[in-house]
């Protein structure tokens, strides 16, 4: 059977009648570089492994036994996201940009870790699960945007978000440690939807990225050792254990960590707002910033010590 007659059988059918004409046997028939049936959008910065996945997921086959029938050998190990990722080799993801009929180019712009390769001769398809360190982890993305970019096929799906994609502002949720197999439901706490929205308006300052970096540095300095805002972030904590009791269940971490982000994310955007729009030093002393930016996080003073990690920040760092 040519891909042709695959492909046009495939289109015949409609709906779950579709996927049932694409059989494991039919599957390896197709020859090495047709180009697949079934087209499934990757999610922004998607983990290579989960994209791999949820294709498999719509042809119902498992992920060996896609990568086997497109010709891919895998060579090392065995793993599942968030704790391991797939590399493939530059003629690996070359095959595999045809099987997903997405334009290779187009699919390492959304898949961080596929190689971009320009050279024809690499011709080496394997892939390799490689194992990754907690601070590389993917995070779960939205359930509803994953089932709705997979045709329903599945509603699992692991991704690299930035700092300002932490919350999806649609369906409210969010996952702000890869230790979380579920997302966390926020849609109780809608001030985190806001703050998704300031914290894109706080993208057009040059300075965004190096604000929002010291503030989330300063904020949970404060949440670690119970400083300024412990009583507003308890509040915070309880309302998201009282609808994600999966947060108490994960392993051996404890709620108030694995949402720490989360809990701290509406005065992280708030102080790094504030850090971007503070008048320079040279007009302002630090008790007049401090001032200001307790006012902004709706604080009545921020009296800290003189180890303060904001406090000293404005004194000694800021120019
Ligand atoms: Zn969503």
Request: proline fraction near 9%.
């Amino acid at each position: 059977m040519s891909p042709t007659d695959v492909a046009a059988r495939a289109a015949a059918g409609a709906g779950t009648a579709q996927r049932s004409v694409v059989t494991t046997g039919a599957w390896h028939r197709i020859p090495l570089t047709a180009p697949g049936v079934f087209r499934v959008r990757p999610l922004p910065r998607e983990a290579t492994a989960s994209y791999v996945q949820r294709l498999a997921d719509t042809y119902q086959l498992t992920l060996p036994q896609l990568l086997d029938g497109s010709g891919i050998t895998t060579l090392t190990g065995h793993g599942t996201p968030p704790t391991a990722e797939l590399i493939l080799t530059p003629g690996a993801a070359r095959r595999f940009a045809v099987l997903a009929r997405t334009p290779l180019p187009q699919l390492t712009c959304a898949l961080p870790h596929l190689p971009l390769s320009d050279t024809a001769h690499d011709t080496e398809a394997a892939a390799n699960w490689k194992r990754l360190d907690a601070g590389q982890q993917p995070v779960r993305a939205c359930t509803l945007c994953t089932r709705h970019r997979s045709q329903n096929a599945t509603d699992t799906a692991w991704i690299h978000p930035p700092p300002h994609q932490l919350v999806c502002p649609r369906h409210h949720q969010a996952a702000p440690d890869p230790r979380l197999t579920s997302t966390v439901r926020t849609r109780d706490v809608p001030e985190l939807a806001a703050t998704h929205h300031a914290h894109q308006r706080l993208l057009r300052h040059p300075r965004a990225v190096t604000a929002w970096i010291t503030a989330r540095a300063i904020t949970t300095r404060w949440y670690d050792h119970q400083q300024h805002l412990t009583h507003r972030w308890h509040t915070r904590l309880n309302q998201l254990r009282a609808t994600n009791p999966h947060m108490t269940t994960t392993g051996s971490a404890s709620p108030a960590l694995l949402a720490r982000d989360l809990i701290t994310y509406p005065e992280t955007v708030t102080l790094a707002r504030a850090l971007t729009t503070l008048p320079s030093r040279r007009h302002h002393d630090t008790d007049d910033s401090l001032a200001l930016i307790a006012h902004q996080l709706g604080l009545p003073r921020l009296a800290g010590n003189a180890n303060d990690p904001l406090r000293v920040f404005l004194t000694h760092t800021r120019h």
